[in-house]
């Protein structure tokens, strides 16, 4: 296994000759390389030649990116992202960029360059409209969290699938960053300026934090399927024809309602942005509604998806019980509420924000669009068992944000 070194960009550029064909033939020195990574964690390599032939060298940094040396973090993670990744591909090979070669030693990852696609979180903060995203996230969402679960694989695969996605530390930010600090004066919290009181009331509300607590705790206990793990508009790459699901360095046995949860938060993240970032109030209207109707559409088709997967694919006779497989659907729309509600809720006063709140130049809409997301929030993970269906949900949505 090769020995690690982080990379400066002529590093990536060597490697990425050394162990693609994707440059085969052309004269090195034509080539360029610049470090292009704006996320949290990772270092993100672009090597490209005029001609065209391009690729993304995907490299972990032994500490948390955004924080630096003193959060160090396991390499293992570019083994599992790049594991996962691998795993999704094969059952969405649309939906995942394609991965040209990895080394868990340089914990170092080649993969396809969408540079003709855009980040979501960019094209929704700008709000753009993708008319393939919903039907191909409820496609990537159904497809993985099914044939990755005991409904589908084998009882011993699926054990041998739990133990290699062991993946503690990342579970460990997760558990923190969504579970434990917005609701304690946690010296990783963010809090806007004039939000302060606001956010210390999450620390006091105790039939809040007594629901988080029970999400946490499926959260850490519940071992349903492989989760991306990390579902948010940062880590989907989207073209009107295109979406990639890329980022998969959070994978982990979990609750299947986090994923879908996370993905409805960031939809919803935006849906409260945009009451600052969409000035016109017709057009925001519009937007706003077509970002709930997208939420509709994406549960439905999802659990349609997931439903056809149940009828037609589920292989263990014993969990071929339609009584048992509604209960099941139950639990994880139950979950996918509550999970939107906590991602609403860290994004808004946790470590990690969201442009969708951040970008919003006028302060005073900022702290009203953040309101508005603790208010959704909170709703979602306390109402989460009484709220039967989207109809409900979007109900519940439009009595309590200003619209
Ligand atoms: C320190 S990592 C902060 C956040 O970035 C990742 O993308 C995850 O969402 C994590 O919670
Ligand atoms: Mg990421």
């Keep these: 296994m090769a020995v690690y070194k982080t990379f400066q960009p002529q590093d990536a550029l060597a490697y990425a000759v050394a162990h693609t064909s994707l440059f085969e033939g052309l004269d090195p020195t034509t080539l360029s390389c610049s470090e292009i990574g704006?996320?949290?964690?990772?270092?993100?390599?672009?090597?490209?030649?005029?001609?065209?032939?391009?690729?993304?060298?995907?490299?972990?940094?032994?500490?948390?990116?955004?924080?630096?040396?003193?959060?160090?973090?396991?390499l293992d993670r570019a083994r599992i992202e790049a594991e996962a990744m691998l795993i999704e591909s094969e059952l969405c090979p649309a939906l995942v960029p394609t991965?040209?070669?990895?080394?868990?030693?340089?914990?170092?990852?080649?993969?396809?360059?969408?540079?003709?696609?855009?980040?979501?979180?960019?094209?929704?903060?700008?709000g753009e409209h993708f008319p393939r995203l919903i039907d191909d996230m409820a496609r990537f969402l159904a497809d993985t969290l099914f044939f990755t679960s005991d409904l589908y694989l084998d009882q011993q695969q699926k054990k041998a699938r739990v133990a290699q996605f062991i993946n503690p530390e990342l579970c460990k930010i997760t558990e923190d960053l969504f579970f434990l600090d917005p609701y304690c004066d946690h010296e990783r919290n963010n809090v806007y300026p004039g939000f302060e009181t606001r956010a210390a009331a999450l620390w006091h509300n105790e039939a809040l934090k007594g629901e988080v607590a029970e999400l946490k705790f499926r959260f850490l206990t519940e071992a349903q399927a492989l989760l991306h793990g990390d579902v948010h508009a940062g880590s989907i790459f989207v073209r009107q024809d295109s979406t990639k699901v890329i980022d998969a360095e959070f994978a982990y046995y979990g609750p299947m309602?986090?994923?879908?949860?996370?993905?409805?938060?960031?939809?919803l993240l935006n849906f409260c942005g945009q009451w600052g970032l969409m000035a016109a109030e017709e057009q925001r209207n519009a937007y706003r509604s077509g970002l709930?109707?997208?939420i509709d559409q994406l549960w439905s088709g999802f659990a349609e998806r997931f439903s056809e997967h149940l009828s037609q694919s589920t292989r263990d006779p014993s969990l071929n019980t339609l009584r048992w497989q509604s209960r099941l659907l139950r639990a994880i729309w139950q979950d996918t509420l509550g999970y939107a509600g906590c991602e609403l809720i860290r994004r808004t006063v946790g470590l990690a924000h969201v442009k969708d709140l951040d970008s919003i130049t006028d302060e005073q809409r900022r702290l009203q669009a953040a309101e508005q997301a603790l208010i959704l929030g909170e709703a979602l993970v306390l109402q989460r068992h009484e709220l039967d269906n989207m109809a409900d949900v979007l109900a519940m949505l439009v009595d309590k944000v200003r619209y």
């Design 292 to 294: 709930l109707e997208s």
């Design 99 to 126: 991965i040209y070669h990895y080394d868990a030693g340089m914990a170092v990852t080649i993969m396809e360059d969408l540079s003709d696609h855009v980040i979501l979180r960019q094209a929704m903060v700008a």
């Design 38 to 74: 704006d996320g949290n964690l990772n270092l993100v390599f672009k090597v490209s030649h005029p001609g065209g032939a391009s690729a993304i060298v995907k490299q972990a940094l032994p500490y948390a990116r955004c924080v630096g040396e003193s959060w160090p973090l396991t």
């Design 257 to 267: 309602g986090f994923d879908i949860g996370s993905f409805i938060g960031n939809m």
